[in-house]
C-alpha cells in the first residue's frame, strides 16, 4: 500500500518538478591551552630621515633601540638595502634576486570627481618618475568587488593607462578588464619556461641565460602574487562599504605576505570610517602587514580640508561632555543612563574623523598619511625614497608563550632631529599557526581544532558538496550551517539591542593531514531587541566553493561562540574524484529556501536554479506538517561528446528496500552546459521514516549516481 502511495505523490509532482520549492525549516567547553614554541628571529624594517627630511643612510646598531612589549631587544644585525644590495659594517652584499624586487601596490577606493582628478594627477607623476628595474607597480580598484586594472609591471605606459582607468569613474569596466588580466596571471603562473616574448636563443650558462631565466622567475612569481591578492571572499563584504574595504586591503596584504622584503600599498581613499564591530579586522590588517613587512602609505584624495575632517567629531564629544556635566540625576554613586549614552556618544564620536583610520594604517606599519594638501607629488616623492632605500633589523624577542595578545614595538634612534617610520607590533602568533591568513580571530579557532577531545559546546553542521568532477579533480562547495537558537545573543536595555558574533573557520587536510585549503568567516550582528526573537529562529549558512586534485581528504571545521566564549569542532571525510569523461551528477543536497530572480546572478555560481539561487541544508530532516516539502537539488554534467540526452530516475527506499521509483524529465543544460534540477515532494502526508532517496543519470553507456538520507518526523 505504502508502494502505491509513494509512487503516486511522485508522479504527481513530476510537473512541478522543474520548480523550486521550500521545505519547513529544520529543528534545531574546557579552555584550550595556549601554544608553546621556541624563541624564535623578528625582521623589522626602518626608514629614518633628518629634520630635513633628507634619508640617513650610517647608522650602526648603537645608534638604534628596539623595545618589544615594555622590554629593550639587544639588535642581532642591521644592515642598508639599496637597490639589488645590503650594505652591512661597510660590505656590500648582492641580494638575492626575489629579494631585489620591490612591489608597490596603488589601491584605488571608489572616490569623488575632485578625489579621483588628485589621485590621478599624484600616481601618475609618482609612476612615470625614474622608479629602478627592481621596483614593480600595480593597480587595483576597491568598490562592489576587488579588480586588478594591472598586473606588476615597470612597463610606465602600461601603468598610466591603468592609473586612468581607475580614476575614469567608469566602474563598471572594472569587471572585465579584471577578467582578462586573471586569465592572463593564470597563464603565466602556470608556465614553467622563459617570460613570454623571450624566444630569443640564449646559451646555457652565460649572463644573458641567468638574466632571462631571473626574469621568468620574478614574472611567475608576481603573477601567482597577484592571483593570491585576489583571493577575496566576497562574502565578507556583502552590504556593507567599510566592511569590503578592510577585507580587500587585508586580501591584498595576504597574497604578498610570502615575498621577501619590502612591499608597500599606497591606498587613495577619502576617508574610512570603522565602526566597532570592525575594529578586530582592521587590526588584523596591519598585524598581518607587519608580520609580512607590507608598508600603508594611505593618501587622503580629499585635498585641504583639516578642519571640516575633525569638526563633526569635535561637535559630536562636545555634546557628549555637555551631556555629562548637566545631568544630575546620578546619585549614591549610580550611573545615570544620560552618562551611559554620552559615553557611547564620546567613543562614536570618536570614529567620526575618517581620517584617523587612514592615519593609523599608515603609522602603525611604517608608512606615513599624504593628505590635507591638493598637491600630493612632495610627498609621493618621498614614497619613492622609502621604497629604494630602508634599514633591517633583526632581534629574538624571547617569546615563550604564544598567546596571540598584540605586542607594541618602538624604535628610537639616538641622533638628535630625526623621524623614525616604523612597525608599532604584531600579534603573537605561534609558528605552527602563523601565516597571510592568520589573524587573532583564526587563533581561537586554530587553538579549538588543536584541542583533545573536540569541543562540542557549540551546535552546527558541516560537510562537503561535490558540484562537478573533470580530470584534474573535484570542485565541491563547503557548507557550515549553524542554528542560530544556540548562539548567546546580549542584550543592551540602554539602547535597546542585541549583539552576536559567531566566527568560523574550515581546513580542508590531506591524507598526510597536510592544510591544503584554509576558509573563514565572521559574522558580527546587531539589530533591534524587537527582532531578537526572528535573529534567533534563523540559520547562519556559509558556503564557498573549492577545487581538489583527487584525492581523500577531511574536512574540519570549528565555530566560535563569542559572546559565550564557547566552541564547536566537526570533522568529516571528502573524497575528490578525477572523472575525465561521461556524464557526471552533483551530489544531493536538501534545499532549505529559494530566492528567486536575482539580481547580476555569477554565472559561476554552483547553487543557481533559473535564476536564482539554492541555499542548502544539512539538516536531514522534514517535518510532516501542512504545506511542508522535500526538495533536493542536484546538478547534471551531460558529455557533450555524447549525442545521446541523458536521463534521470529517482528511487526511493526505507531500510534498503526499494518503495517507489520515477523517471525525472531532464531539461536542456543551461549555458554552462550543465542541468540544475531540484525534485520537490509534498511530505506533509508522508509516513514517518527514514529515506534514502537514490538519483541515477545515464547518457549513452556511462552511469552517474547519488545517494542521500532524509528523515521525515511528525510533530
Request: aromatic share 6%.
Given at each position: 500500500?505504502?508502494?502505491?502511495?509513494?509512487?503516486?505523490?511522485?508522479?504527481?509532482s513530476?510537473?512541478?518538478a522543474?520548480q523550486?520549492?521550500?521545505?519547513?525549516?529544520?529543528?534545531?567547553?574546557?579552555?584550550p591551552?595556549?601554544?608553546?614554541?621556541?624563541?624564535?628571529?623578528?625582521?623589522?624594517?626602518?626608514?629614518v630621515?633628518?629634520?630635513?627630511?633628507?634619508?640617513?643612510?650610517?647608522?650602526?646598531?648603537?645608534?638604534?633601540?628596539v623595545?618589544?612589549?615594555?622590554?629593550?631587544?639587544k639588535?642581532?644585525?642591521i644592515r642598508?638595502?639599496?637597490g639589488?644590495?645590503?650594505?652591512?659594517q661597510?660590505?656590500?652584499?648582492?641580494?638575492?634576486?626575489?629579494?631585489?624586487?620591490?612591489?608597490?601596490?596603488?589601491?584605488?577606493?571608489?572616490?569623488?570627481?575632485?578625489g579621483?582628478?588628485i589621485?590621478?594627477?599624484?600616481?601618475?607623476?609618482l609612476?612615470?618618475?625614474?622608479?629602478g628595474p627592481?621596483v614593480?607597480?600595480?593597480?587595483?580598484?576597491?568598490?562592489?568587488?576587488?579588480?586588478?586594472?594591472?598586473?606588476?609591471?615597470?612597463?610606465?605606459?602600461?601603468?598610466?593607462?591603468?592609473?586612468?582607468?581607475?580614476?575614469?569613474?567608469k566602474?563598471t569596466?572594472?569587471?572585465?578588464?579584471?577578467?582578462r588580466?586573471?586569465?592572463e596571471?593564470?597563464?603565466?603562473?602556470?608556465?614553467?619556461?622563459s617570460?613570454?616574448?623571450?624566444?630569443?636563443?640564449?646559451?646555457?650558462?652565460?649572463?644573458?641565460?641567468?638574466?632571462?631565466?631571473?626574469?621568468?622567475?620574478?614574472?611567475?612569481?608576481?603573477?601567482e602574487i597577484?592571483l593570491?591578492m585576489?583571493?577575496?571572499?566576497?562574502?565578507?563584504?556583502?552590504?556593507?562599504g567599510t566592511?569590503?574595504?578592510?577585507?580587500?586591503?587585508?586580501?591584498?596584504?595576504?597574497?604578498?605576505?610570502?615575498?621577501?622584503?619590502?612591499?608597500?600599498i599606497?591606498?587613495?581613499?577619502?576617508?574610512m570610517?570603522i565602526?566597532?564591530?570592525l575594529?578586530?579586522?582592521?587590526?588584523?590588517?596591519m598585524?598581518?602587514?607587519?608580520?609580512?613587512?607590507?608598508?600603508?602609505y594611505?593618501?587622503?584624495?580629499?585635498?585641504?580640508?583639516?578642519?571640516?575632517?575633525?569638526?563633526?567629531?569635535?561637535?559630536?564629544?562636545?555634546d557628549?561632555t555637555n551631556e555629562i556635566?548637566?545631568d544630575t540625576?546620578a546619585?549614591?554613586?549610580?550611573?545615570?543612563k544620560?552618562?551611559?549614552?554620552?559615553?557611547?556618544?564620546?567613543?562614536?564620536?570618536?570614529?567620526?574623523?575618517?581620517?584617523?583610520?587612514?592615519r593609523?594604517?599608515?603609522?602603525?606599519?611604517?608608512?606615513?598619511?599624504?593628505?590635507?594638501?591638493n598637491?600630493?607629488?612632495p610627498?609621493?616623492?618621498q614614497?619613492?625614497?622609502?621604497?629604494?632605500?630602508?634599514?633591517?633589523?633583526?632581534?629574538?624577542?624571547?617569546?615563550?608563550?604564544y598567546?596571540?595578545?598584540?605586542?607594541?614595538?618602538?624604535?628610537?634612534?639616538?641622533?638628535?632631529?630625526?623621524?623614525?617610520?616604523?612597525?608599532n607590533?604584531?600579534?603573537?602568533?605561534?609558528?605552527?599557526?602563523?601565516?597571510?591568513?592568520?589573524s587573532?580571530?583564526?587563533?581561537?579557532?586554530?587553538?579549538?581544532?588543536?584541542?583533545?577531545?573536540?569541543?562540542?559546546?557549540?551546535?552546527f553542521?558541516?560537510?562537503?558538496?561535490?558540484?562537478?568532477?573533470?580530470a584534474?579533480g573535484?570542485?565541491?562547495?563547503?557548507?557550515?550551517?549553524?542554528?542560530?537558537?544556540?548562539?548567546?545573543?546580549t542584550?543592551?536595555?540602554?539602547?535597546?539591542?542585541?549583539?552576536?558574533?559567531?566566527?568560523?573557520m574550515?581546513?580542508?587536510?590531506?591524507?598526510?593531514?597536510?592544510?591544503?585549503?584554509?576558509?573563514?568567516?565572521d559574522?558580527?550582528?546587531?539589530?533591534?531587541?524587537a527582532?531578537?526573537s526572528q535573529?534567533k529562529?534563523?540559520?547562519?549558512?556559509?558556503?564557498?566553493?573549492?577545487?581538489?586534485?583527487?584525492?581523500?581528504?577531511?574536512?574540519?571545521?570549528?565555530?566560535?561562540?563569542?559572546?559565550?566564549?564557547?566552541?564547536?569542532?566537526?570533522r568529516?571525510p571528502?573524497?575528490?574524484?578525477?572523472?575525465?569523461?561521461?556524464?557526471?551528477?552533483s551530489?544531493?543536497?536538501?534545499?532549505?529556501?529559494?530566492q528567486?530572480?536575482?539580481?547580476?546572478?555569477d554565472?559561476?555560481?554552483?547553487?543557481?536554479?533559473?535564476?536564482g539561487?539554492?541555499?542548502?541544508?544539512?539538516?536531514?530532516?522534514?517535518?510532516?506538517?501542512?504545506?511542508?516539502?522535500?526538495?533536493?537539488?542536484f546538478?547534471?554534467?551531460?558529455d557533450?561528446?555524447?549525442k545521446?540526452?541523458?536521463?534521470a530516475s529517482?528511487e526511493?527506499?526505507v531500510?534498503?528496500?526499494?518503495i517507489a521509483n520515477?523517471d525525472?524529465?531532464?531539461?536542456?543544460?543551461?549555458?554552462?552546459?550543465?542541468?540544475p534540477?531540484?525534485?520537490?515532494?509534498?511530505?506533509?502526508?508522508m509516513?514517518a521514516?527514514?529515506?534514502?532517496?537514490?538519483i541515477?543519470?545515464k547518457?549513452?553507456?556511462?552511469?552517474?549516481?547519488?545517494?542521500?538520507?532524509v528523515?521525515?518526523?511528525?510533530?
Amino acid at each position: 500500500m505504502r508502494r502505491t502511495w509513494i509512487i503516486s505523490v511522485i508522479v504527481a509532482s513530476l510537473a512541478l518538478a522543474q520548480q523550486p520549492q521550500t521545505p519547513s525549516a529544520p529543528q534545531s567547553t574546557p579552555q584550550p591551552p595556549t601554544f608553546k614554541a621556541t624563541a624564535e628571529e623578528i625582521v623589522l624594517d626602518i626608514i629614518v630621515r633628518d629634520k630635513k627630511g633628507k634619508p640617513i643612510k650610517d647608522l650602526t646598531a648603537a645608534d638604534v633601540k628596539v623595545n618589544d612589549d615594555g622590554v629593550d631587544q639587544k639588535i642581532k644585525s642591521i644592515r642598508l638595502v639599496e637597490g639589488a644590495e645590503a650594505i652591512e659594517q661597510g660590505t656590500r652584499v648582492p641580494l638575492d634576486t626575489m629579494r631585489q624586487v620591490r612591489l608597490v601596490t596603488l589601491a584605488f577606493q571608489m572616490l569623488g570627481d575632485s578625489g579621483r582628478r588628485i589621485a590621478r594627477d599624484a600616481a601618475l607623476n609618482l609612476v612615470k618618475g625614474d622608479q629602478g628595474p627592481n621596483v614593480l607597480y600595480s593597480v587595483v580598484s576597491i568598490g562592489v568587488q576587488l579588480n586588478v586594472l594591472q598586473s606588476f609591471t615597470n612597463n610606465k605606459d602600461a601603468l598610466k593607462k591603468a592609473i586612468e582607468l581607475a580614476t575614469s569613474g567608469k566602474y563598471t569596466t572594472f569587471a572585465a578588464e579584471n577578467e582578462r588580466i586573471k586569465g592572463e596571471l593564470k597563464e603565466i603562473a602556470g608556465r614553467a619556461g622563459s617570460p613570454k616574448g623571450s624566444e630569443t636563443p640564449v646559451t646555457p650558462g652565460t649572463p644573458a641565460a641567468g638574466a632571462a631565466a631571473g626574469a621568468a622567475a620574478i614574472e611567475k612569481r608576481t603573477a601567482e602574487i597577484m592571483l593570491e591578492m585576489l583571493s577575496f571572499d566576497s562574502s565578507f563584504g556583502m552590504n556593507e562599504g567599510t566592511r569590503m574595504s578592510i577585507f580587500s586591503l587585508l586580501s591584498l596584504v595576504r597574497g604578498q605576505y610570502s615575498m621577501p622584503g619590502r612591499k608597500s600599498i599606497l591606498y587613495f581613499s577619502e576617508g574610512m570610517y570603522i565602526p566597532p564591530h570592525l575594529d578586530e579586522p582592521f587590526n588584523t590588517i596591519m598585524s598581518t602587514a607587519n608580520r609580512g613587512n607590507v608598508s600603508f602609505y594611505s593618501v587622503d584624495a580629499r585635498g585641504v580640508m583639516t578642519y571640516s575632517q575633525n569638526q563633526s567629531s569635535m561637535d559630536a564629544l562636545r555634546d557628549a561632555t555637555n551631556e555629562i556635566k548637566n545631568d544630575t540625576t546620578a546619585t549614591d554613586g549610580k550611573v545615570s543612563k544620560a552618562q551611559i549614552m554620552a559615553a557611547d556618544a564620546a567613543e562614536t564620536s570618536m570614529r567620526n574623523n575618517t581620517q584617523l583610520p587612514l592615519r593609523t594604517l599608515a603609522e602603525s606599519t611604517g608608512g606615513f598619511l599624504i593628505g590635507d594638501a591638493n598637491d600630493l607629488r612632495p610627498a609621493l616623492r618621498q614614497v619613492s625614497e622609502d621604497v629604494s632605500s630602508y634599514y633591517e633589523i633583526t632581534y629574538s624577542p624571547g617569546i615563550e608563550n604564544y598567546d596571540g595578545k598584540f605586542r607594541k614595538t618602538h624604535v628610537d634612534v639616538s641622533r638628535k632631529d630625526t623621524v623614525v617610520h616604523a612597525r608599532n607590533g604584531y600579534f603573537a602568533l605561534p609558528v605552527s599557526v602563523r601565516g597571510p591568513a592568520v589573524s587573532p580571530m583564526e587563533f581561537s579557532l586554530l587553538k579549538a581544532l588543536d584541542t583533545t577531545p573536540a569541543p562540542a559546546a557549540v551546535d552546527f553542521r558541516s560537510g562537503a558538496l561535490r558540484i562537478n568532477s573533470d580530470a584534474s579533480g573535484t570542485n565541491g562547495l563547503v557548507v557550515v550551517e549553524v542554528p542560530m537558537s544556540g548562539i548567546q545573543f546580549t542584550e543592551d536595555i540602554s539602547d535597546k539591542t542585541f549583539r552576536s558574533r559567531v566566527t568560523l573557520m574550515v581546513l580542508i587536510k590531506d591524507e598526510k593531514g597536510e592544510v591544503v585549503k584554509k576558509l573563514t568567516n565572521d559574522l558580527p550582528r546587531k539589530g533591534p531587541l524587537a527582532l531578537l526573537s526572528q535573529a534567533k529562529a534563523g540559520n547562519f549558512i556559509y558556503t564557498q566553493p573549492f577545487s581538489l586534485p583527487p584525492g581523500r581528504y577531511t574536512v574540519e571545521a570549528a565555530v566560535m561562540d563569542n559572546e559565550a566564549n564557547k566552541s564547536g569542532v566537526k570533522r568529516t571525510p571528502f573524497v575528490a574524484e578525477a572523472k575525465p569523461s561521461g556524464v557526471g551528477i552533483s551530489s544531493l543536497c536538501l534545499v532549505r529556501n529559494f530566492q528567486g530572480n536575482v539580481k547580476d546572478l555569477d554565472p559561476k555560481e554552483p547553487l543557481q536554479f533559473q535564476g536564482g539561487k539554492i541555499t542548502p541544508t544539512l539538516g536531514g530532516q522534514i517535518f510532516a506538517v501542512p504545506g511542508a516539502q522535500l526538495s533536493t537539488f542536484f546538478i547534471v554534467r551531460p558529455d557533450p561528446a555524447v549525442k545521446e540526452k541523458p536521463t534521470a530516475s529517482i528511487e526511493f527506499l526505507v531500510e534498503g528496500s526499494p518503495i517507489a521509483n520515477a523517471d525525472l524529465p531532464l531539461p536542456a543544460p543551461n549555458a554552462q552546459g550543465l542541468i540544475p534540477y531540484v525534485m520537490s515532494v509534498p511530505a506533509e502526508k508522508m509516513p514517518a521514516a527514514t529515506y534514502e532517496i537514490h538519483i541515477t543519470v545515464k547518457q549513452g553507456a556511462a552511469k552517474a549516481e547519488d545517494r542521500m538520507k532524509v528523515t521525515v518526523a511528525s510533530r
